[in-house]
């Protein structure tokens, strides 16, 4: 069996090599921020239900107690730091020029860390869009109080509730953004990191990747559905791992 500390070399030299090179991240990413992942110890979906609390009938249903759970996420997303695996990730990101991270987090932390070329797979938690659609309105924008002191907040054009910017199950990818992390795949090395690699359709990019001849590696303490399917899985945290490949790609110069 090969050892992490080998495998950390192996894709340390593909990453060094990569002219084209794709990160696909999850809530594992934000763990060591203090942002609670969603499945596995600790995982949001062990106190809550999604059907509850992030699909449109749950916000049909009940608007507030949708807004009590995001604002309460924002509240704690707001007090936490990027971490050492999304400072790396935004250091990529500047350092090659074919660098695209597809991230399923909400939470803003990448953008934080400085990260160029994020593709925000399942929108961003800091973004609101009118539930009405009101013609007024544009399709989502920024808003960043925290709390808010009225919930749900309102439209400021219709008055009517507002909802969070994010992707809910039973809801489409929107279509651009599926097109970008498509085409994202296209790459000569493909990372999923900090993924459990269930939710689709981002869980079938890594596969997306491998198909096209990408070299794929998963980092992820725990084993996942990818794990068996890709190139290489690295059985630690993020932050670890990438701060060790960063460490070697930092010992050679760059070609
Ligand atoms: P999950 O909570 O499903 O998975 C997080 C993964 O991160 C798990 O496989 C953990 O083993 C791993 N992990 C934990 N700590 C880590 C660390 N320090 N380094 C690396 N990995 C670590 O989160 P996602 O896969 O992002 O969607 O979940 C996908 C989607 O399901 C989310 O975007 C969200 C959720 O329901 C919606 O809300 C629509």
Not at 193 to 213: I, N, Q
Request: hydrophobic share 40%; glycine share 6%; net charge negative.
């Amino acid at each position: 069996m090969t050892s992490l500390a080998e495998q950390i070399r192996l894709l340390a030299g593909h990453i060094r090599a990569a002219s084209r090179l794709t990160v696909l991240t999850g809530a594992g990413v934000s763990a060591a921020s203090g942002v609670p992942t969603f499945r596995g110890p600790g995982g949001l979906w062990k106190d809550f239900r999604p059907e509850d609390l992030a699909t449109p009938e749950a916000f049909e249903r009940d608007p507030r107690l949708v807004w009590e759970w995001y604002d309460w996420r924002r509240q704690m997303v707001a007090s936490c730091r990027p971490n050492r695996a999304h400072e790396i990730l935004a250091a990529w990101s500047h350092r090659y020029p074919s660098f695209t991270l597809v991230t399923q987090n909400v939470d803003g932390l990448h953008e934080r860390a400085g990260t160029r070329e994020v593709v925000r797979f399942h929108g961003s938690i800091w973004e609101v869009s009118c539930w009405r659609r009101c013609a007024a309105s544009p399709a989502r924008w920024r808003e960043e109080t925290v709390p808010f002191p009225e919930l749900p907040p309102p439209c400021p054009r219709c008055g009517g509730p507002v909802r969070p910017g994010v992707v809910w199950f039973g809801e489409l990818i929107d279509p651009d953004i599926l097109e970008r992390a498509r085409r994202a795949v296209d790459c000569d090395v493909c990372l999923a990191v900090g993924t459990s690699s269930v939710v689709y359709p981002a869980a079938a990019l890594l596969d997306a990747a491998r198909e096209r001849g990408a070299f794929t590696a998963e980092i992820n303490p725990e084993a996942t559905p990818a794990s068996a399917s890709c190139d290489i899985a690295l059985a630690a945290p993020a932050e670890e791992v990438l701060d060790r490949i960063e460490g070697l790609l930092d010992a050679e110069p760059l070609r």
